[in-house]
Each structure stands twice: as C-alpha cells, then as structure tokens.
C-alpha cells in the first residue's frame, strides 16, 4: 500500500469549527434574574436543572481526495469538494522521478467547482518506469484565490432593523483581531438571543451549532457556533459565537441580506456575549478579511469603530 502525505490548510479563523467532543450532559437553567445559563455542571445552590446530553454537530464540508485506477490502467487522482463554494487545491507528487515528472511538473494548482467531484492528476501508470504508487500531498482553502472584493458594497448591520449595538472591537483597534483573518472583523456586544441576520445575499458553506460553552483558554476557542456563507463576489461572511442549537440555515441554502440566521451567543474564544462578524478572502491559501462599509442613516455608509453604536437598516 502506498503512504499518502496529506497536508491540510484549512479555514485559519481562531473560531475553529472542532465543536463539542462525542457526548456530554447539559445543564440548562434559569437563575433568580431570569436569565437561562448552560452549563456542563449541577447549578451550585441544587436548583432544579432540566438535563440533556448533546453531541457535536458540525457540518463544516470538507475536500475529500482518493486515487483511483482507471480501465485503462492508468492511476487518477480525484478531489470531492463538499463544500457549496469553490475551493483553490494544489497537489504535489513527492517523488515525482517515479512517475518520470520534473518537479515542476509535479505541482497541479486548480480552483474545484462547488459540490463536485473533480480529476485532478492522471498517471500513465502502464509506461515503463512509472510508478502507480507514488506518494502526494496536498493543500486547500475554501474561495478562489485572490478575488476582488467589490468595495463599494454597504453591508446590512447585521441584526434587526431599528437595533442599536455597540461596537466593542474593530479596525484599528486590535485586543484580540491581531491576525490576518480577523484584522478587519467587527464584534458587536449585544444580549444573548438577538437575532443575527445575513449582511448580505449568498450560499451558506459551513456551519457549527451544537457547543454550549465559551471562554478565554485554547480549548474555548474550538467551540464557537458559526455560520460562514460565500458571497457572489467570492467573499467568505463568519458570524461566530452564537447560542447553541439556533442556526436555522443549512450549507448549501441560499440566504438573502436580511434573512435570520440564528441568535447571538457567548459559545467559543468569548469574555462576553457578543457577535463577531467578519468578511474574508482567500489569498493564497491564507484568509485575509477585508475592510467593511456598513449601510448607514440616509442610504450612507457607516464605519464601525471601537466604542461607536451602529443602527440596523
């Protein structure tokens, strides 16, 4: 049997999409001011506590890669991209002398079609000298490379019209979007169950919504419930941290601006109950978000800063 290197570059948003690990007991309860709490223990002063057992769900796609023999002989390499977006893939045959290639012509870099199957590599592996168990790695990342985004767009505030939130962290502030991927992301502070609605129309590609939990060490922050749609300019929208069990779309599911995703929460790398809301693209292999103009008062754009309250249109 042949050994396969695979090297996976996925999404490299601090909100991962692990989730929960196999089952656990939820506690879920209300305390004396009302507000219902989520957690994995007894309530200390021995309230009563309805009891459920959860396991993870998270339906983030993936690009699944097989080598396949062909009636003529020879051997093909197939990438599945599961996800409802075009994915950038590059596979390199490690040992590209045993299928008489230079290492130049070892490296194929393609853009997969969403939610198709694709042939990727084929080997003649019938010619003298030509190996059909060569060794391959590969890489991908969700979106087209190096898209433009369409800067002029005013992206809806992403909550109900009329709603007011204050914005806790943006551009240039950066308490913790001190990377790339999250430079340019917006956090919002608002209650746990407001109703998170898309900023802008496009196909959903991922999903988290089963974690109850959230806080400030490394393991919090595999927990976050997400929803990440494709936008038709190539974009990648996150909307990260909401309550557990209420995203209401699933991937593949058309969305339009404006319509209710699921409620804000505190799951995942959170010292509060807030939304974090992001716009990425990729850019070779990495993800770089992108600066935002939201729709303001009068059909103008409004920018989010650290300490500004935004108004839903």
Do not use: C
Request: hydrophobic fraction near 35%; aromatic fraction near 8%; avoid cysteine.
């Amino acid at each position: 049997m042949s050994m396969t290197t695979h090297r996976l570059i996925m999404l490299t948003l601090l909100l991962a999409l692990t989730g929960l690990a196999a089952a656990q007991s939820i506690y879920r309860y209300q305390d004396d001011d009302g507000r219902w709490h989520y957690t994995d223990r007894p309530p200390k002063d021995g309230r009563k506590a309805a009891v459920n057992v959860v396991t993870s769900v998270n339906l983030d796609p993936k690009v699944i890669v097989t080598r396949e023999k062909a009636r003529d002989g020879s051997t093909a390499i197939f990438a599945d991209n599961q996800y409802h977006g075009p994915v950038e893939f590059e596979l390199e045959i490690v040992d590209a002398a045993s299928v008489g290639r230079s290492p130049e012509e070892a490296v194929n870099h393609v853009v997969l079609p969403a939610a198709k199957k694709t042939q990727v590599l084929r080997v003649d592996s019938q010619q003298a000298g030509v190996s059909s168990n060569f060794r391959y790695k590969y890489k991908y990342m969700l979106g087209e490379p190096d898209i433009k985004h369409d800067s002029t767009y005013l992206y809806r505030v992403p909550y109900a019209v009329a709603q007011e939130f204050r914005v806790t962290q943006a551009y240039p502030t950066a308490i913790t979007h001190n990377s790339p991927d999250s430079r340019h992301a917006v956090d919002f502070e608002m209650p746990v169950g407001t109703a998170i609605h898309a900023a802008r129309e496009g196909t959903v590609v991922a999903i988290a919504f089963r974690s109850y939990s959230g806080g400030t060490t490394a393991e919090d922050a595999q927990k976050a419930n997400i929803v990440r749609v494709v936008h038709d300019d190539g974009t990648i929208a996150t909307y990260a941290h909401l309550r557990l069990d209420s995203v209401r779309v699933r991937p593949g599911d058309r969305v339009q601006r404006g319509e209710y995703l699921a409620d804000s929460g505190n799951t995942g790398f959170s010292t509060g109950p807030h939304l974090h809301f992001a716009v990425s693209r990729n850019r070779g292999f990495d993800l770089e978000s992108v600066p935002l103009h939201f729709l303001g008062a009068s059909n103008k754009a409004a920018q989010a800063r650290s300490g500004k309250i935004l108004q839903a249109y």
